[in-house]
């Protein structure tokens, strides 16, 4: 087995056992999970896989490529969160492969072992293969770029250039131009500073050609499909608004201030956030030595840029979101593999050693914060029984970290000092996934009101929201459409007036705050309740005006 392909099974298998344990434990996440699950579910209720529909109307907001894949599993599997959420987790298991694969390729196996641990072991990470969003998608589609056009400008070989542009292909597919636009903007700067320090091969006009022609045959056959379907004006809205626009311009209310991604880096990468100043103190170091490995350099410098570049630009952005900056974690964890590399190679760093013990002490910070707020505030019982799992998770990781300190300390620990934390936040996110999470669906009261919708409705009943978040949930787990009576609502539900949803169907349930509701002149039955939030009933004589 060569030494690149061990460490792409090393990457992949801790990603896997990061994202597959519990992946179906628990009901989707409202908004954006159970927004985008409904989507997939109404191509199988549709048998439209051009036009994306939600809530039974065309949807212009994403491109389609998690939507088919996770259709397709839906269709294997059931429309479970298993199903959704499984494109993300086999996306974040081929990440975790491919930067093992692409790091030992050029610095050997230790170091890409390094890189794909690091990377599958981040808290952001872990935590985005087990959405049912496109963002790991995109992540793997970006990285792909990246890794191929290095290789395309350090080789001079034009099919690595090709690859790239395929792999961009399928990121436009995932979530638009930003693909492209991101891994342009991480290898056009590292092309222009690794060509001032040594040879550097630019693309040749067949490598230009080829790519754009590879990545037009992905992108363009299903943006013509739907523009002979629906006309232009879906394409404008969908790259114009929905992409350029989030950067232009506020989308959905997500803004953000410009420091907006120092506190998600910071806790994204956690635990191995401790060791990044350090590891960016060595690439400084090794950068401005006179003599360097030249290999080690171009990897430096494609770390250093590719961390720097999309956290300005995503910064700069008006529309803000986490998972928007998740695409450069694995300059990160390259930036850190090239790192305890090192320290392997000399044997033992105070710097890192000082760097582990910060890990425990942030962990008891963190854990004092929650029980002074959890004092203050006098949480419900609810809340305070997830104190354990969280205890659990808190005292792996501590005793990770002091086992990675003593380990780093010693000589002969420091090649595998890295892994004891590595296991530790694998324990901690499975604790999560498997234990804490399903104690969270008693703060999930939309799917048990809606289970009892689907056990009463009747052809001709309506469902609506009113004045309560939850509308995408609503409608993942009943039927379309459902009717928002309430402009606060989320995407996908029918924005309208009460009286003209209420007062024309034959029965109306209502999902609205637990109190008194307006009879509109009708009757109203109380159902059932399931937190702060009310099911009821509208029946009996039409509304009078």
Known sequence: ?????????????????????????????????????????????????????SNGHPWFVQPPLYFWIAAIFAKLFGVTSFALRLPSALATIAMGGMTGYAVARQRGTRAGIYAGVIL????????????????????????????????????GRDRYAVYGWIAAGFGFLAKGPVAPVAALLVIVPYYLWNRRMERTYAWSPRAWIAGLAGFVLIVAPWLVLLGMRTGLGSIVTLIGHYTIGRYTGVIENQAGPIWYYIPVVILGFFPWIAFLPVAAAFAVQRLRANSVDANLARLLRLAVVWAVVPFLFFSFARTKL?????????????????YFDDVARRGSSRAAT????????????????????????????????????????????????????????????????????????????????????????????????????????????????????????????????????????????????????????????????????????????????????????????????
């Open 322 to 338: 986490p998972n928007y900056i998740a695409l450069e974690f694995p300059a990160f964890a390259l930036l850190l593999a090239l």
């Open 354 to 545: 000082i760097s582990a013990g910060a890990v425990p002490v942030t962990v008891a910070l963190v854990a004092i914060g929650v029980a002074l707020f959890a004092r203050d505030n006098r949480l419900t019982n609810d809340t305070l029984a997830l104190v354990p799992d969280l205890l659990v998770m808190g005292g792996a990781i501590v005793a990770g970290s002091i086992l990675t300190t003593v380990m780093l300390a010693l000589r002969r620990g420091s090649t595998f000092g890295l892994y004891a934390l590595a296991a530790a936040m694998l324990v901690a996110v499975d604790v999560l996934a498997i234990f804490a999470v399903p104690q969270t669906e008693r703060f999930k009261p939309i799917p048990k009101l809606a289970a009892v919708i689907d056990r009463l409705r009747r052809p001709g009943d309506a469902v609506a929201i009113e004045h309560l978040a939850g509308g995408n949930a609503l409608l993942f787990y009943t039927a379309p459409p459902v009717y928002a009576l309430s402009p606060h609502d989320g995407n996908g539900a029918h924005h309208v007036a009460p009286r003209s949803i209420i007062c024309t169907a034959r029965r109306v349930f209502v999902v609205a705050p637990a109190g008194p509701l307006p009879t509109y002149g009708r009757e109203v039955r109380f159902i059932t309740r399931a937190g702060k939030a009310a099911l009821v009933l509208y029946h009996g004589p039409a509304c009078t005006s």
């Open 120 to 155: 599958s072991t981040c808290l952001m990470q872990a935590i985005m293969g087990r959405l049912a969003i496109m963002d790991a998608l995109l992540d793997l589609a970006v990285s792909l770029s990246i890794f191929w056009w290095f290789r395309a400008l350090e080789t």
């Open 1 to 53: 087995m060569s030494k690149p392909l061990r460490a792409a099974l090393v990457g992949a298998a801790i990603a896997a056992l990061a994202t597959l344990p519990g992946l179906g434990v628990g009901t989707l996440w409202d908004n954006s999970e159970t927004a985008y699950g409904e989507v997939a579910r109404e191509i199988l209720l549709t048998g439209d896989w051009i036009v994306m529909h």
